[in-house]
T-cell receptor
Framework: AQRVTQPEKLLSVFKGAPVELKCNYS??????LFWYVQYSRQRLQLLLR??SRESIKGFTADLNKGETSFHLKKPFAQEEDSAMYYC???????????????????FGQGTILTVHP | NAGVTQTPKFRVLKTGQSMTLLCAQD?????MYWYRQDPGMGLRLIHY???????AKGEVPDGYNVSRLKKQNFLLGLESAAPSQTSVYFC??????????????FGPGTRLTVL
């Protein structure tokens, strides 16, 4: 079974401070991990994917297989970063000449980030 | 493109009443999902579909039924609503397959209260 744990329901920081949203997972295979974000009055949307190794809106996330973690980090938080953040996990079902397919997403409990001015 | 739309946006039911939530997507996605969002529980998968005419149970399917008669629509039914079904319901869709098949696109949500 796959499980995602976000230990912090609420996280508050001041503008300009570093922020880290924690995510731990349990999965026996090779996971695909993501961060989704829901800004106020907007839809839940994909923020970033671990395999892309990209920085989106200043956020990065490193997959640590030894610690089974995928923490989301930003060196200098902005007020517009205030939102609900979900860590999510899926698995790669097939990846061959016939195509690539993915399993269902398992979400963590979510962390509400508030960035104060 | 409208993306993923949900009808209705809000609904209040009495215990025992029934209702159907409609999800529609115009992205030609094969996979569609229904989630419920509850405080402290995150998003939990109720049912999902990997193609027209198919449905499967997710993590919390009890008390719900679904149908996918058309590729673009995914209906979630509550036959006899209970207060425990008070929640925000989200529909999502994805290609499921292919290079970008991992990304799910979400609807705006339906806030349901069962009295």
């Amino acid at each position: 079974a796959q499980r995602v744990t976000q230990p912090e329901k609420l996280l508050s920081v001041f503008k300009g401070a570093p922020v880290e949203l924690k995510c731990n997972y349990s999965y026996s295979g090779s996971p695909e991990l993501f961060w989704y974000v829901q800004y106020s009055r907007q839809r839940l949307q994909l923020l970033l994917r671990h395999i892309s190794r990209e920085s989106i809106k200043g956020f990065t996330a490193d997959l640590n297989k030894g610690e089974t973690s995928f923490h989301l980090k930003k060196p200098f938080a902005q007020e517009e970063d205030s939102a609900m953040y979900y860590c999510a996990l899926t698995r790669l079902i097939t990846a061959n000449a016939g195509g690539t397919s993915y399993g269902k997403l398992t979400f963590g409990q979510g962390t509400i980030l508030t960035v104060h001015p | 493109n409208a993306g993923v739309t949900q009808t209705p946006k809000f609904r209040v039911l009495k215990t025992g009443q029934s209702m159907t939530l409609l999800c529609a997507q115009d992205m030609n996605h094969e996979y569609m999902y229904w989630y419920r969002q509850d405080p402290g529980m995150g998003l939990r998968l109720i049912h999902y579909s990997v193609g027209e005419g198919t449905t499967a149970k997710g993590e919390v399917p009890d008390g719900y039924n679904v149908s996918r008669l058309k590729k673009q629509n995914f209906l979630l039914g509550l036959e006899s609503a209970a207060p425990s079904q008070t929640s925000v319901y989200f529909c999502a869709s994805s290609y499921g397959e292919g290079t970008f098949g991992y990304e799910q696109f979400f609807g705006p949500g339906t806030r349901l209260t069962v009295l």
